[in-house]
Every structure is written in C-alpha cells, then in structure tokens.
C-alpha cells in the first residue's frame, strides 16, 4: 500500500519569508512518481510539478524549488521569498508504475500555507 | 481551453434523494477519476476508469457508482444520499497510456447533503 504524509497541517509566515513544505512517502514500487499540487482559496487544483523515481536531481522553477532525497523516502517543497498569493492548500501525491491502474494517485492530508503581508 | 468540466458546482439534496455528478475532459485522455476532498483528509479517490470501458473502485467506494459513458465521460452517481457524503468531489483525467502522467481537475462540485 502506498501512504504520503504532510506533517505541517498549517504553516503561516510573514511575506518575503522562506517556508519549506515536507513530505515523505512509503511505497513499495521500485519506480514511483511523486507530485505537488496547489489549491489556492478558489478551490481548484493545480498541478505544480512531477518527478521519477530515478531522477534525484533537485529542480528550481522561479520562487519554488524542490528536494528529493529517495534515501529518506521525502519529496520537500521549499517557496522562496514568499507571497501573498502563495497562500494555498499544497497536497504531495505519489503514483505507482501502474499502467493498466491508470496512474491513480495517492494524496497526502494538505499543508495549508497562510503567507501574511 | 475547457480541460476537464464538472456540473454542477453546487448541489443541496436531501438524505436519500439521489443524484448524478457529471464530468467531461477535452483532452482525450484515457484515464478518468473521482475523488472527494473532506477537511484534513486530503483527496481519496472513489471510483476511477483507466480506459473506456474499465472501471474501478478506489479507497472509498462505498455509496457511489460511476459510469465512464465514453472517452470523455466519467458520471458519479449518489443512490441514496446521507449526510456523510457531505464533501467536495473532484474529477479529473490524465493520459494513462504512460505511466506518471500528471492528472487534470475540474472545479470541483460542493455537494451539501442534509
């Protein structure tokens, strides 16, 4: 069975302040995918990045950036210089090499970012 | 770009009224799903399609059907609703012919079940 936990329900900073989001994932699959997802306050769901299993590269996209330490079984989420328009729901997700599944994702509970101006 | 469409977006029913949720993608995607989002909980999947004409039960199936009615097509429906099914359902579709595709939402529709 495959499992993601977010340990930080809620984190709130003050704008400009760094927050580094965690998760950490279990799954026996030796060939994975990992995802973040934001859901801003209008509710939608949108899809911010997706990494292998194989790839352990650290990826940098403007503020956000992103660890993935396949030792530790974590994929952590770091927003730089925060916004007030990054205040959102962030989910982490994790699907298996499952084809003929159809790529079902496993979420975890959400870490709700309140970025205060 | 449409993308993925569900409707309604907002549906009052009352316990055991029954309803169906629809929901449409663009993409020609194969794979089709339909979670519920609860506070706290994150997303869990209900029901999903892998291709037209497969469906199957995900990690809280209980109290809903689907029908994927075609390629673009993935219904979730309520027989008999109770209150515990008070949640905000999303659908959403990906690729599926590969594996690790990232999945689409929809709006999602907030159903309120009294």
């Known amino acids: 069975a495959q499992k993601v936990t977010q340990a930080q329900t809620e984190i709130s900073v003050v704008e400009k302040e760094d927050v580094t989001l965690d998760c950490v994932y279990e799954?026996?699959?030796?060939?994975?995918?990992l995802f973040w997802y934001k859901q801003p306050p209008s509710g939608e769901l949108v899809f911010l990045i997706r990494?292998?299993?194989?790839?352990?590269q650290n990826e940098i996209s403007g503020r956000y950036s992103w660890n993935f330490q396949k030792s530790t079984s974590s994929f952590n989420f770091t927003i730089t210089a925060s916004q007030v328009v990054d205040s959102a729901v962030y989910f982490c997700?994790?699907?298996?090499?499952?084809?003929?599944?159809?790529?079902?994702?496993?979420f975890g509970g959400g870490t709700r970012v309140l970025v205060k101006p | 770009n449409a993308g993925v469409t569900q409707t309604p977006k907002f549906q009052v029913l009352k316990t055991g009224q029954s309803m169906t949720l629809q929901c449409a993608q663009d993409?020609?995607?194969?794979?089709m799903y339909w979670y519920r989002q609860d506070p706290g909980m994150g997303l869990r999947l209900i029901y999903y399609?892998?291709?037209?004409?497969?469906?199957d039960k995900g990690e809280v199936p209980n109290g809903y059907n689907v029908s994927r009615l075609n390629k673009r097509e993935f219904s979730l429906r309520l027989e008999s609703a109770a209150p515990s099914q008070t949640s905000v359902y999303f659908c959403?579709?990906?690729?599926?012919?590969?594996?690790?595709?990232?999945?689409?939402f929809g709006d999602g529709t907030r159903l309120s079940i009294l």
């Open positions: 959403a579709s990906s690729g599926g012919t590969v594996s690790g595709q990232p999945q689409h």
């Open positions: 799954t026996r699959d030796t060939t994975y995918y």
């Open positions: 990494r292998n299993s194989f790839d352990e």
């Open positions: 997700a994790l699907s298996g090499r499952e084809k003929a599944a159809g790529n079902k994702l496993t």
């Open positions: 993409m020609n995607h194969n794979s």
């Open positions: 399609s892998a291709s037209e004409g497969t469906t």
